[in-house]
């Protein structure tokens, strides 16, 4: 028998041997899934809280033992009379608070007694002087002569420190009513600071730099004087 060369030898082995094949990657992916699939045939999830009565929580209730038998437009009507009661009540409410409010942070009987003044001007004859208290001021109370009322008017206003017409401090010519006390020169004197005034109220010597001031006062009958 001749020797076998190298190229006889590698063709005897591979006829002799059993060709080994690798699995290919796929192929295991593959078998893996099949024994999965023969595990848990479903892939679904599945609640905890299956058997526990879920199907209970789906059911719809009837609320038909609630439905009113009267007509829509019946059911309107009272709905409407209803939001209507309940808006009026709620502004009377709203009323009744605020008028509360206001009753209370309005002045006391005392504060308005002291915030009118009325003045009988009949008991001050002409030519003299009433000094009556107000809001805690004295207020002078004149009633003037006619020659007074011309001597006031005689005044030249251009001269006056505070310019003012004797017609724009009074309502009626005879009677002058201001915040003032009595005094010479004529009208009247101010000691605090030494400033003297005409017969109309009127500054004309002093430092003063204002007429004495007139109070908001009226008449409401031909004697009577309201100040305040």
Not at 60 to 84: E, L, T
Not at 90 to 117: E, H, I, P, R, Y
Request: net charge positive; hydrophobic share 40%.
């Amino acid at each position: 028998m001749p020797p076998l060369t190298s190229n006889a030898l590698r063709t005897c082995v591979r006829q002799q041997l059993p060709v080994l094949r690798t699995p290919s990657v796929v192929a295991v992916q593959q078998q893996r899934r099949g024994k999965a699939s023969d595990v848990n045939p479903t892939a679904s999830f599945d609640s905890p809280f299956r058997g526990l009565g879920a199907s209970a929580t789906t059911k719809i209730p009837d609320f038909s033992h609630y439905k009113s038998k009267r007509g829509q437009d019946s059911n309107k009507v009272f709905s409407y009379f209803m939001a209507g009661t309940l808006g009026v009540l709620s502004a009377a409410g709203a009323k009744a608070t605020v008028q509360d409010f206001l009753v209370n942070m309005s002045a006391s009987a005392d504060v308005l007694a002291m915030a009118k003044v009325e003045v009988d001007l009949s008991m001050i004859p002409e030519g003299k002087n009433v000094i009556i208290k107000w809001r805690g001021k004295p207020v002078f109370i004149r009633h003037r002569t006619p020659d007074e009322i011309k001597e006031a008017n005689a005044v030249a206003v251009q001269s006056l420190r505070d310019p003012q017409a004797d017609s724009d401090r009074v309502k009626k010519p005879e009677w002058l009513i201001m915040l003032g006390e009595a005094g010479d020169y004529g009208g009247w004197f101010c000691p605090c600071h030494g400033s003297h005034y005409d017969i109309s109220g009127r500054v004309r010597r002093g430092p003063a730099p204002l007429n004495l001031e007139i109070p908001e006062y009226d008449f409401p009958a031909e004697d009577q004087l309201v100040i305040g």
